[in-house]
């Protein structure tokens, strides 16, 4: 981890936020790359979810979040961490996570900690008018549902995905960007016909194994794992997460929870005209009906909802500890390198120029770079240090999949280089076929 971390600075991927200031403990900068790989994958999920399937619509919804639906998803009341004060060091923490030397004479009993943030409205700081900073995405969903529904033709079985921000009082942030205060999800609420959850989950759960493992982390470092009793949501009736050994151990990738009725049947006003199986909380506040008809049976019915819900922060994490990889080299010495999946890599190519100070080659590394950036296939850069072996090394150490040479064969014979980062292997091609060759190497 210390390593990854360091790499992460040192090459612009993340940095510590506010670190001139001493830094805030739980809080992260992305960083010119580390933008790159995160909307890298973010739009892979969004593509795999929006725009591969025709079942899915998309969201972006707000992040201040009314009380009443914080109230009645029940996150007022069970959205908290048990927390514990060392009378002795005068160090909080949690109660699973109280360090070996503290005493249990010196430790407080244990008190109910709420996670979210909470922030006025207005202008009047009276404790009247507040707001939530959301803690997940899903709530946004669930009091969407109406629109969603009312302005598409979507029927049961669908979905909504969103990708965005969430906050939450993490008592004790820990472990580089895997459990911060302020982090991403991408989440999938996906409505079925109660009946067949139960099956849908199962698919689910099948679906984001695989595209995890599409995203460059091996199956043999994933487990399943079953939650149980105790460790169920409130609102779950099965959940299974992901798992995955992280550099720190063995820790949740993404979860997939089968939430039944609870969500809808909690912001419905007219809970009494449906068969809500779960235990809801009276709502007088909401005048919605979130409801669909059944196109066979034309009964309204309060779908089950199947969620699948991935941290971005930890998939970034979980992408870049696979990719990093340091080599021995046949000459003895050592590259690092991280290899990510070509459509995760930061930057697809770097154009090299051989000399930094002829003007001509470099106007067509210039050329080069503008006819690929116009493919779209994301971020092409010149590089132009006039160092070729340590222009290499760097773009082995952030994981760009290509580096093209402009030379002065370039110029006589139009021809240029190509490196693949991986093998190392050094193609010579003409200049008038680059398009198509990195094109095509990205279709692979």
């Known amino acids: 981890m210390d390593e990854l971390v360091a790499l992460c600075k040192r090459r612009g991927f993340i940095y510590q936020s506010s670190e001139i200031y001493g830094g805030l403990q739980g809080l992260?900068?992305?960083?010119?790359?580390?933008?790159?790989?995160?909307?890298?994958?973010?739009?892979?999920?969004?593509?795999?979810?929006?725009?591969?399937?025709?079942?899915?619509?998309?969201?972006?919804?707000?992040?201040?979040?009314?009380?009443?639906?914080?109230?009645?998803?029940?996150?007022?009341?069970?959205?908290?961490?048990?927390?514990?004060?060392?009378?002795?060091?005068?160090?909080r923490f949690r109660s699973d996570q109280i360090p070996e030397q503290c005493k249990d004479e010196e430790l407080t009993e244990p008190r109910d900690f709420n996670l979210m943030f909470k922030t006025n409205v207005g202008?009047?700081?009276?404790g009247s008018s507040f707001a939530y900073l959301r803690p997940e995405t899903a709530q946004q969903i669930f009091i969407n549902f109406?629109?969603?529904?009312?302005?598409?033709?979507?029927?049961?079985?669908?979905?909504?995905?969103?990708?965005?921000?969430?906050?939450?009082?993490?008592?004790?942030?820990?472990?580089?960007?895997?459990?911060?205060?302020?982090?991403?999800?991408?989440?999938?609420?996906?409505?079925?016909?109660?009946?067949?959850?139960?099956?849908?989950?199962?698919?689910?759960?099948?679906?984001?194994?695989?595209?995890?493992?599409?995203q460059?982390?091996?199956?043999?470092?994933?487990?399943?794992?079953?939650?149980?009793?105790?460790?169920?949501?409130?609102?779950?009736?099965?959940?299974?997460?992901i798992m995955y050994k992280f550099p720190h151990g063995l820790e949740e990738l993404e979860g997939i929870a089968n939430r039944t009725d609870f969500d809808l049947g909690s912001h419905s006003k007219n809970q009494?005209?449906?068969n809500i199986t779960s235990k809801v909380i009276e709502n007088k506040a909401s005048n919605a009906k979130l409801a669909i008809q059944d196109l066979d049976s034309k009964e309204w019915v309060i779908p089950y909802v199947i969620e699948p819900s991935a941290g971005v922060?930890?998939?970034?994490?979980?992408?870049?500890?696979?990719?990093?990889?340091?080599?021995?080299?046949?000459?003895?010495?050592?590259?690092?390198?991280l290899s990510f999946p070509r459509h995760l890599s930061p930057i697809k190519a770097a154009v090299v120029p051989l000399k930094k100070n002829n003007n001509d080659i470099v106007e067509k590394a210039k050329e080069?770079?503008?006819?690929?950036?116009?493919?779209?296939l994301g971020r092409v850069v010149i590089e132009n240090t006039g160092n070729i072996g340590k222009s290499y090394r760097k773009h082995d150490e952030v994981g760009t999949p290509l580096c093209i040479t402009v030379d002065f064969d370039t110029l006589d014979k139009g021809t240029v280089t190509v490196r693949d980062r991986d093998t190392m292997k050094q193609d010579v091609i003409d200049q008038s076929?680059?398009?198509?060759?990195?094109?095509?190497?990205?279709?692979?």
């Open 28 to 91: 992260y900068d992305y960083g010119p790359l580390g933008v790159e790989l995160k909307n890298n994958l973010k739009m892979t999920w969004w593509v795999s979810m929006v725009y591969e399937r025709d079942d899915i619509e998309g969201l972006d919804a707000s992040i201040l979040t009314h009380s009443d639906v914080l109230k009645h998803s029940g996150h007022e009341d069970t959205f908290t961490d048990p927390l514990i004060d060392c009378k002795s060091c005068g160090l």
């Open 123 to 126: 202008p009047i700081d009276d």
């Open 146 to 214: 109406k629109n969603i529904v009312d302005s598409t033709s979507q029927s049961l079985p669908f979905g909504i995905a969103q990708i965005g921000k969430a906050f939450r009082n993490e008592i004790t942030p820990r472990n580089f960007i895997f459990r911060v205060r302020e982090f991403e999800q991408m989440e999938l609420e996906f409505f079925v016909k109660p009946g067949t959850d139960e099956e849908w989950h199962k698919k689910w759960v099948d679906s984001r194994l695989e595209w995890w493992i599409n």
């Open 216 to 241: 460059g982390i091996p199956k043999n470092k994933i487990e399943l794992q079953t939650i149980e009793g105790n460790e169920l949501s409130h609102y779950s009736k099965s959940t299974i997460d």
């Open 272 to 274: 009494n005209e449906f």
């Open 313 to 337: 922060d930890r998939g970034v994490l979980a992408v870049l500890n696979e990719a990093f990889n340091i080599e021995k080299l046949p000459d003895g010495k050592e590259r690092t390198v």
């Open 368 to 376: 080069i770079k503008n006819r690929l950036q116009k493919c779209q």
């Open 433 to 444: 076929k680059i398009v198509d060759y990195f094109s095509n190497y990205f279709k692979q």
